[in-house]
């Protein structure tokens, strides 16, 4: 339980997308998504979790929604920065061996701050410090809403336990 909710605090670092099918269409969405946005919807659909320390292996299935929200991005057009602030908090239940349990995790960040740019229906943010470009699919994007996924799969292996966990992280902002 406890590398699940470890995960489902690494899921808000992984970053954004935008939609797009040429450039003319990447003009018209950066120009939508410039602006504020405060967080409305938070969703981890098909979430599971595999555990492996000494030789046993453990399954965990995981669901996850948002709620009590203060996050807000920008982003910005000149420089094409974007930037977060806020928490919310992650409702998350788990299944293990058949057992059901809920938990809030509350303080998440979502963390966002780098350059962006709009390829195709991805918006991907470079971290200035690391330089790791992250990406995530727009599912919507109007001059009011934008939603997006993250499919995530990430493995972290610490003191001789090794955790594997993937799903998707589900997005929706409303512009200010």
Same mark, same amino acid.
């Given at each position: 339980m406890?590398?699940?909710?470890?995960?489902?605090?690494?899921?808000p670092?992984?970053?954004?997308?935008?939609?797009?099918?040429?450039?003319?269409?990447?003009?018209?969405?950066?120009?939508?998504?410039?602006?504020?946005?405060?967080?409305?919807?938070?969703?981890?659909?098909?979430?599971?979790?595999?555990? !492996?320390?000494?030789?046993?292996?453990?399954?965990?299935?995981?669901?996850?929604e948002?709620?009590?929200?203060?996050?807000?991005?920008?982003? *910005?057009?000149?420089?094409?920065?974007?930037?977060?602030?806020?928490? #919310?908090?992650?409702?998350?239940?788990? @299944?293990?061996?058949?057992?059901?349990?809920? @938990?809030?995790? !509350?303080?998440?960040?979502?963390?966002?701050?780098?350059?962006?740019?709009?390829?195709?229906?991805?918006?991907?943010?470079?971290?200035?410090?690391?330089h790791?470009?992250?990406?995530?699919?727009?599912?919507?994007?109007?001059?009011?809403?934008?939603?997006?996924?993250?499919? #995530?799969?990430?493995?972290?292996?610490?003191?001789?336990?090794?955790?594997?966990?993937?799903? *998707?992280?589900n #997005?929706?902002?409303?512009?200010?």
């Open positions: 406890k590398k699940t909710i470890f995960f489902l605090l690494i899921i670092f992984l970053a954004f997308t935008s939609c797009s099918s040429d450039d003319d269409n990447a003009t018209d969405n950066e120009s939508l998504l410039t602006g504020k946005w405060r967080l409305t919807a938070f969703s981890v659909t098909n979430g599971k979790s595999i555990t !492996t320390a000494q030789g046993a292996t453990l399954t965990t299935d995981f669901t996850s948002g709620k009590d929200f203060s996050t807000e991005v920008i982003f *910005t057009k000149i420089p094409k920065i974007a930037a977060s602030t806020g928490k #919310y908090t992650a409702v998350t239940t788990t @299944t293990v061996e058949g057992q059901t349990s809920t @938990t809030d995790v !509350t303080g998440v960040n979502f963390d966002l701050v780098g350059l962006w740019e709009i390829q195709g229906n991805k918006l991907i943010v470079e971290d200035p410090n690391s790791e470009k992250q990406s995530t699919t727009i599912t919507e994007l109007t001059s009011t809403k934008l939603s997006f996924t993250i499919d #995530y799969k990430d493995t972290v292996n610490n003191a001789g336990v090794t955790t594997e966990a993937s799903g *998707t992280a #997005y929706t902002f409303t512009k200010k």
